[in-house]
């Protein structure tokens, strides 16, 4: 039984932050979806402006250095900070960033991996990393990002769409006509008790598919070769190859593909509710060909 201090801390700095007009929670209205697999998609659509972190207009400031106080959750060993997201998706928003300058477009490094697994045994998740801008990601300084997740919660309303997908893998059946899988590679999640050991497995795991998705290899220095969303829950990781961030009218992170969409001014509602919300995730993967039965399959051991 995990304690959940984390996010009680969240919750209640989330209270503290409300006060103070430090959190800026993103108002929205939720909208039913039509189309093609249209339960497995949330979309809302957003009644005010978009934030200023997500215009393109305007010099950016970095808001991590130095990060808002009253958004501050706990240190994460000497290297991270836990600090509540301004504008977040739902109350407890989490994310958790390097204190000191690194690059969101490099790769995670095994430092970043212990703190991640620091926080997770305490209050786990949904976990997401947008590589890049390309990826979704509005700032430059690394950031993963937790949405907390009770035990008995659905991680995300696609998890049916991954655990096929680890399943289809696995049995080497993954379909080859759809840019979807082939963007998409998925792994179990090594669970070892030992914390130390479970960073340095899920490192591993993590360069693995990376090479597998044609990123770069296990042991490259050189930036990952495409833009990529990360997903890590309690069960599986998953890699998602990118070639754009945006496809009509809609900005996909790394929670459009865990089946959070969000809609505003420019968005085609008109389109996704005819073709269903997978035809506009398709216009931004980075398909990498069809798998032979040479190539090795995401289904590891490490």
């Known amino acids: 039984m995990v304690d959940q201090t984390y996010w009680k801390r969240a919750l209640e700095r989330s209270e503290h932050a409300l006060r103070q007009k430090a959190l800026v929670p993103l108002s929205t209205s939720r909208i039913k979806l039509n189309g093609p697999r249209a339960d497995q998609f949330e979309l809302r659509v957003l009644n005010d402006r978009l934030p200023k972190h997500h215009r393109i207009e305007g010099p950016k400031v970095n808001p991590f250095r130095p990060w808002d106080t009253e958004l501050a959750i706990d240190d994460v060993g000497d290297d991270h900070v836990l600090i509540l997201n301004k504008y977040p998706v739902q109350t407890g928003h989490m994310l958790l ?7 969101q477009v490099d790769w995670l490094t095994l430092d970043d991996w212990r703190a991640l697994v620091s926080v ?3 209050s786990t998740g949904l976990w997401f990393l947008n590589s890049g801008p390309l ?5 430059p300084h690394r950031h993963l990002q937790l949405l907390p997740r009770d035990s008995n919660e659905r991680s995300c309303p696609r998890v049916e769409w991954f655990e096929r997908l680890l399943q289809d893998r696995s049995a080497k059946k993954v379909r ?3 840019p979807l899988t082939q963007s998409c590679v998925i792994a179990k999640r090594p669970s070892p008790i030992d914390p130390r050991q479970e960073a340095k497995e899920l490192h591993s795991l993590y360069r693995h598919l990376g090479n597998e998705l044609g990123l770069g290899g296990k042991q490259s220095c050189e930036l990952p070769q495409a833009p990529y969303n990360l997903l890590l829950t309690q069960s599986w990781m998953a890699l998602i190859r990118r070639k754009c961030e945006e496809a009509c009218g809609f900005s996909i992170n790394a929670l459009g593909f865990a089946g959070y969409l969000l809609a505003t001014d420019q968005s085609d ?3 996704m509710q005819h073709k269903g919300a997978e035809a ?3 216009q931004v ?18």
């Open 285 to 302: 993967v980075s398909p990498l060909g069809d798998l032979t039965d040479d190539t090795p399959m995401s289904v590891v051991t490490v």
């Open 97 to 103: 960033i390097t204190r000191e300058w690194a690059s």
């Open 176 to 178: 080859m006509d759809d």
């Open 269 to 271: 509602q008109a389109l």
């Open 280 to 282: 506009v995730l398709r």
């Open 120 to 122: 997770d045994h305490d």
């Open 135 to 139: 990826a979704g990601a509005s700032q």
